[in-house]
């Protein structure tokens, strides 16, 4: 089966700034029980995802362009760019914002706790 991603659009996201764009590379229904979202994610300039706390699963960045400021579960901000990976551990909490004058994209993966 091919298919193309599925768009949605999220304004305010976990309390952040703007629209994100969210493209649903797989269903929750197809990650057969091991996670819950798997996305490319477009922050336009100016947007954000509020910090959040992920309970029972952990939620790994991968940017692919742009740049951000990745704040980390000690409140740390750090700024990231193409290839940095973003970690949290399960119970912990993370957001992030676009930082730059060009849109930010990434990776995002909710995987259930093992």
Do not use: W
């Amino acid at each position: 089966m091919v298919r193309r991603e599925i768009l949605t659009v999220s304004h305010a996201l976990h309390g952040g700034k703007g629209e994100i764009y969210k493209y649903a590379v797989l269903k929750p229904e197809e990650m057969m029980g091991h996670g819950t979202l798997y996305n490319r994610v477009v922050l336009p300039p100016g947007s954000s995802i509020g910090y959040h706390t992920h309970v029972g699963n952990t939620e790994p960045y991968y940017i692919l362009k742009g740049e951000g400021i990745f704040t980390g579960p000690d409140g740390e901000r750090v700024r990231v760019t193409a290839g940095d990976v973003c970690l949290i551990a399960c119970g912990q909490s993370h957001g992030i914002e676009n930082a730059g004058a060009d849109n930010l994209e990434m990776m995002a993966l909710i995987l259930n706790e093992a």
